[in-house]
């Protein structure tokens, strides 16, 4: 099937270009053992993530959605000396497994892992009065895109790329009529983007082992 063909091609992708690193694969088993949804990016996409933040020099990485810390492990990993990734998760099961694989991977201290609810959490950060982030990686409850995309924004400078994962959903995402919350807040989330005249963005359709989906990202112009 066509699934399959993803798959394997995926699997060929990381034979030839993503040395086996014991740490990622640890990482992705205590994800399993814990019972943890397997809705961590792709191997293939958590480098790609870890090449933006090279591409970029990211020092200030925000993630809205941790659950096992895979992808956070992925882009805190290059980020300049003495940078800092800041991770939101709901879950406190989630977080603990996170915070086990921050220590595993030996970077308790270039990430920051805050529990709770990111809306609240983002405010939280507000009030903290953040420094503003060059990187903003979107990957946590669909419908509440649209406000995530808007506090990215609030924290941003002009360069910071904002990222949003799994915005085609098997291409249901240019279903109007479609009752899925997930996809009407990734619709909103495009409308948004669509309005902001400060961020120039697009959006790539992807397949792989995680099916058919995609990514948006923009760029902050000013
Ligand atoms: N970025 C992760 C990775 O690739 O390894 C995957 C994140 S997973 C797709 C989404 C996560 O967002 C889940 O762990 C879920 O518990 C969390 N989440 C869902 N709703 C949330 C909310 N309102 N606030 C914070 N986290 C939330």
């Known amino acids: 099937s066509e699934t399959n063909l993803w798959e394997q091609v995926d699997l060929y992708i990381e034979e030839k270009l993503i040395p086996a690193d014991p740490v990622m694969d640890k990482i992705l088993a205590a994800n399993r053992l814990a019972d943890l949804p397997p809705i961590d990016v792709t ?44 991770t939101l998760e709901a879950d406190p099961r989630h977080a603990e497994t996170a915070r086990a694989n921050f220590a595993l991977a030996g970077l308790e201290d270039s990430i920051e892992l805050r529990v709770g609810y ?46 949003g994962d799994n915005v085609v959903r098997g291409g249901e995402i240019i279903d109007p009529h479609s009752t899925d919350p997930r996809v009407a807040g990734v619709r909103t989330f495009f409308d948004l983007l669509a309005g902001m005249p400060n961020i120039s963005a697009t959006a790539i359709q992807t397949v792989g082992s995680k099916g058919y989906d995609g990514f948006a990202i923009g760029i902050v112009t000013g």
Do not use: C
Not at 59 to 69: D, K, P, Q, S
Not at 143 to 157: E, I, K, M
């Open 118 to 163: 990111a809306l609240e959490q983002l405010e939280q950060l507000a009030k903290e009065g953040i420094e503003p982030f060059d990187l903003i990686f979107i990957d946590a409850d669909k419908p509440n895109n649209p406000g995530y995309l808007q506090w990215a924004l609030r924290f941003s400078h002009p360069g910071t790329v904002i990222i």
């Open 43 to 86: 191997p293939s996409q958590g480098k790609l993530l870890r090449i933006y933040v090279q591409m970029i020099g990211a020092a200030r990485v925000l993630e809205i959605g941790t659950l096992g810390g895979y992808s956070a492990v992925w882009m805190a990993g290059a980020l300049r000396q003495g940078g800092k990734l800041v």
